[in-house]
């Protein structure tokens, strides 16, 4: 059920948004039989609502992770999601119900980080080609509610609405947001399998469709878990090509540069972005490519969105686009790229580097001062807080601002959104002059890649920015997807290295033959 209806978008409320919650399961395999007895009568308990989402949720004693789950549904061709937030002093708290449907009230145990969650089968999507709109996300919002806060949809926007979808990023659309049918999600000490229906007559859904589609799906899911770590075989790589090639990327760089320093021109950053495209020996496993990349995921977001018979998009990104808590929104500004130093000394050198880099602060002060402007004039008040410091991850460093603001009304999310999306950090400014340039010089279409992916809840959502990502699986290889910023002062060779380095999580995880090695460097250089 596409709940755009189309572009027919119903209006009115649904007539029922619900959580039942059952008792404790102590391992998955148990939760999937109360799961399935839950469902068994639901049939029998027709209601009188033409339209409805209800989640039946089962708790787990095991704590198990989200990703092992999804990984160990390996035989299943459904629809599939899987995000897990990052570490963070705001993220989102989820109320632990004690299993009897009501929620627990032993104070501050009675929330619990919610770390990740994995979704198959959509019991609701949400996808259109044209931009997505006021009335996209209105269609979004009908099916969640603050009652119910694990009633989530997943997905992501592309980076630029306006220009033409490749074949590769067909399934997704303009945007692609689902309600999984089937989720398990993974807290900090136990576990929850959960199944969800949706129906509504006016989008030729009823609600005996929706119990018959969520069996069929449930007969798809395995109730075993395998264990699995992040120690996956490197994929051979047998041909590899980059767009655009070094001598273009040079030529592009330059051209930026001169419209940068021309007294006829407004732009001040434009973001120039790669696309390699790697073939391999067998077909490289997204969700396996992800579970290596858990050890890099210290303080990122790693998610895998895979529409019907299309790649996956999966990535392990660092950088926050905003996060919603009723009335307070968070974002932050992150720019300006050195790698780890091998030893204390060399990354504390590395890092003051880049902290007093004139090029380096200039980029980064574009990014912020640019999120500031936006906050203010959707927020009714903003704190930058720190200003500047350096954000360190396992292969890189940026400089980092956070930045708090209030809304005025809830509603309001939507213009956060669509004011942040994109930002200069992946597009540049003045933002359509380099989203013009962008479109010109670009001969690859960026799909998700730097576009907002993350989740709507009912009281609460975020989102990142999809960047160190890649685009994985059914016959597309694998492309891998970096992009770095242009100001005055940028160098094209340093560029293309930080490019390298930005794309090395993925290229780590593959084995390049002597002939392709050797292409390779004639490529780099």
Not at 11 to 37: D, H, K, M, V
Not at 47 to 57: F, L, N, Q, V, W
Not at 81 to 94: E, H, K, P, Q
Request: hydrophobic share 35%; charged share 25%.
């Amino acid at each position: 059920m596409n709940g755009c209806g189309g572009g027919n978008y119903p209006r009115s409320p649904l007539g029922i948004i619900e959580t039942r919650t059952l008792p404790t399961a102590p391992t998955p395999l148990l939760a999937a039989g109360r799961l399935n007895s839950a469902i068994f009568h639901l049939k029998s308990d027709s209601p009188a609502e033409d339209s409805g989402i209800i989640r039946i949720e089962v708790p787990i004693q095991e704590k198990v992770e989200a990703l092992d789950w999804l990984r160990s549904q390996s035989d299943t061709l459904l629809p599939r999601c899987y995000f897990s937030g990052r570490d963070s002093g705001d993220t989102a708290l989820i109320e632990n119900r004690n299993g009897d449907g009501h929620a627990s009230s032993n104070g501050h145990d009675s929330q619990q980080n919610l770390l990740s969650v994995a979704g198959l089968g959509s019991a609701v999507s949400f996808r259109h080609l044209h931009p997505f709109s006021l009335d996209d996300w209105h269609s979004i919002k009908r099916f969640l509610s603050k009652k119910c806060p694990l009633i989530r949809a997943y997905g992501a926007i592309r980076f630029d609405a306006r220009s033409d979808i490749a074949p590769e990023w067909k399934g997704f659309g303009s945007f692609y947001f689902m309600v999984p049918q089937v989720e398990f999600d993974e807290f900090k000490g136990n576990s929850m399998l959960a199944a969800t229906i949706a129906w509504d007559k006016r989008l030729s859904r009823t609600y005996e469709q929706a119990i018959a589609s969520l069996e069929a799906t449930m007969l798809q899911v395995s109730s075993g878990v395998r264990r699995l770590n992040g120690n996956s075989s490197r994929a051979k790589v047998f041909h590899q090509t980059h767009v655009p090639n070094k001598l273009s990327w040079d030529k592009s760089v330059k051209r930026a540069l001169d419209l940068i320093s021309s007294k006829n021109s407004t732009l001040v950053k434009v973001v120039l972005a790669r696309s390699s495209r790697v073939l391999t020996m067998v077909e490289i496993d997204p969700l396996e490519w992800l579970t290596s990349l858990q050890v890099e995921g210290d303080n990122a977001y790693q998610f895998c969105l895979q529409p019907p018979e299309s790649p996956a998009f999966i990535g392990n990104t660092p950088e926050r686009l905003f996060y919603r808590n009723r009335l307070n929104v968070y974002s932050e500004a992150l720019a300006g790229t050195r790698a780890r130093g091998g030893t204390e000394s060399l990354d504390l050198q590395i890092g003051n580097d880049l902290l007093s880099s004139a090029k380096d602060h200039h980029e980064f002060a574009v990014v912020r001062e640019s999120i500031r402007r936006k906050f203010e004039n959707v927020c009714c008040s903003t704190v930058v807080e720190p200003s500047k410091v350096l954000r360190k991850l396992p292969r890189v460093q940026h400089l980092y601002a956070k930045l708090t603001g209030t809304l005025q009304k809830e509603d309001d999310e939507f213009k956060i959104l669509s004011s942040l999306h994109p930002t200069p950090a992946v597009c540049g400014l003045p933002t359509e002059e380099a989203r013009i340039l962008i479109s010109e010089t670009e001969k690859f279409d960026r799909g998700m890649y730097a576009g907002p992916v993350g989740w709507f809840g009912g009281a609460e959502s975020e989102f990142a920015v999809g960047i160190r990502s890649a685009l994985v699986g059914k016959g597309v290889g694998a492309l891998l997807y970096a992009g770095t910023g242009i100001v005055e002062g940028s160098n094209s060779s340093l560029e293309w290295q930080e490019l390298e380095l930005k794309t090395s999580q993925f290229t780590k995880l593959m084995k390049f033959e002597a002939p392709l090695l050797a292409t390779r460097e004639r490529i780099e250089l």
